[in-house]
């Protein structure tokens, strides 16, 4: 019988003591054919120190092996490599978006400021990835607000700022801009694209910020023709981002105190957001949307403005928010009415 | 569990009450364009039988969007694009 044997032979042999001692103990057995536990007790330690011994005296140096001794004080760690300070780090983005339910849920921040670049003659790139879904395969209701800054301006005061969005209704994708001093200043400009629920598109929208005629749309990577619809945007009079109801969104309209959700909403999933303060050109575009979910790196990456990041948001336990990041200023977003099952494992591939 | 969807009175008695089963608050309810009805959400797992919505009818999220679908509840695109 091998020493592996014998031990294990003790170990049963133990165990079964101790439960009969225990049976004795509980129901109330005399222990009259039951050995003394504490004794067999004693014999098991004395019998597992004499195992170790006598394995530890069995003990010989392994032939032919060279250890190394490494004083673990003198080593010095290496250092991260550390990018130029003008060029931000873009992480590789998780695959999952945030799922908007078009009744009550948005993401809204007055953390950014695009005044520098999405304002009147000033070049600028939107792009986003997302996902429609319609309710039984039709376009019924939803409109899709993709990005925007929509001060209402609450009746005297025309509305301001500036609204990517698609009306699925009709077929088609807008991009606006409003300034409102003296008067009601447009800019839009439409395209025609049928979306198809529950498909991933790359939406790219270029704008000089002044005519409409230069607003270029593109969809997973293609041009569409543009339709020009408003082009008074021709006022000195610049939009005001300091203005009252200065919250920048996603998902909805606006969100004015006296009309606070009295509004069209959006039914999507949302993966990720870009902004340039440059018109990018098509081979970009490409790029771009080529990169799919790995969005990684951005083109002209000193131009990016804006990356709002979905697919790391966070969720707030005690708020029942999500912090959505937005990595570039940085600034978060933040959800309202979204619940923690809303951050969905899906992405454009 | 899906959430559920209820579209109740601004004139509800029991406003706060119910408010206080919802997701968030009134600010952030989606509202009818007449400002007469508001759209009460409740939370993922919520399945209590609150009295104060036992009157109303229950949406589930296909029911309560196709419910939505006219111009009680949505936004004039017009005004936006300037046309």
Known sequence: MSDLVKKINLEQKFANLVYKDFQAKRFGLTPCCTPDVNEIKFTKWLC??????????ALEGTPDLDIT?????????????????????IPIPACQSLDFDGVDEQLYTSGIDTSGYINKGNDHTISVWFKPLYINGTTTFT??????????????VFPQGFMLFADPNNNKVYYSMWANDPAQYYMTSECTFTFTSGQWYNLTMTSDGIDGNNILFYINGTQIPTNVLSNTFSSANTINYGSINNFYRVGTQWFNSATPTRTAWSKFVYHSLRVWNKILTPAEITQEYNSGTLLSPAVEVANLKVQLEPYNSIWNNTLLRYSVPESISPAAFTSSNMEQIDLVNDCPQ | ?????????????????????????????????????YVIKLRNGDTNNYPELALYVEYNINQILLTMNDADWQFDLNILIGS
């Open chain 1, 48 to 57: 597992d120190y004499q195992d170790l011994k006598e394995h530890d005296d």
């Open chain 1, 69 to 89: 001794y490494v004083d673990c004080d003198a080593i010095v760690p290496v250092p991260e490599p550390t990018p130029p300070d003008d060029i931000p780090v």
């Open chain 1, 143 to 156: 409109t899709l607000y993709f990005f925007n800054f929509y001060d209402y301006g609450g009746g005297p």
């Open chain 2, 1 to 37: 569990m899906s959430n559920r969807y209820f579209i109740i009175d601004s004139s509800d008695p029991n406003l706060d009450t119910i408010l206080g089963y919802s997701v968030e608050d009134l600010t952030s309810v989606r509202r009818r364009e007449d400002d007469t009805k």
